[in-house]
Nanobody
Framework: QVHLVESGGGLVQAGGSLRLSCAAS??????MGWFRQAPGKEREFVAS????????YYGDSVKGRFTISRANTLNTVYLQMNSLKPEDTAVYYC????????????????WGQGTQVTVSS
């Protein structure tokens, strides 16, 4: 079972930037990615990245503003978030999978503690 530790969240004004990090341990990583969950809403796919090629996927609401990247030797995935909007406010979670793609949250059985991102208007 993979162990995930997210960090980097915080409070930022609209239009600002934040960089999230997530370190994975406990299993071989083939792909990693991010979800987010706002109060009262379902967990939403944000982005994923392959560990072995250049494949990346993004949710429609973050395309052009967020960039996912990785550091293989550190088993760490990053999420650079630019041009943040109040609607980006959520707890952000990372996860790992065997295949990169647009993921469904229901396919994941375990999660880290998440990191809170709050964007003020």
């Amino acid at each position: 079972q993979v162990h995930l530790v997210e960090s980097g969240g915080g409070l930022v004004q609209a239009g600002g930037s934040l960089r999230l990090s997530c370190a994975a341990s406990g299993r071989t990583v083939y792909a990693m990615g991010w979800f987010r969950q706002a109060p009262g809403k379902e967990r939403e796919f944000v982005a994923s990245i392959s560990w072995y090629d250049t494949s990346t996927y993004y949710g429609d609401s973050v395309k052009g503003r967020f960039t996912i990247s990785r550091a293989n030797t550190l088993n760490t995935v990053y999420l650079q978030m630019n041009s943040l909007k109040p609607e980006d406010t959520a707890v952000y979670y990372c996860n790992a999978a065997d295949v990169v793609g647009i993921w469904a949250a229901d396919n994941f059985g375990s999660w880290g503690q998440g990191t809170q991102v709050t964007v003020s208007s």
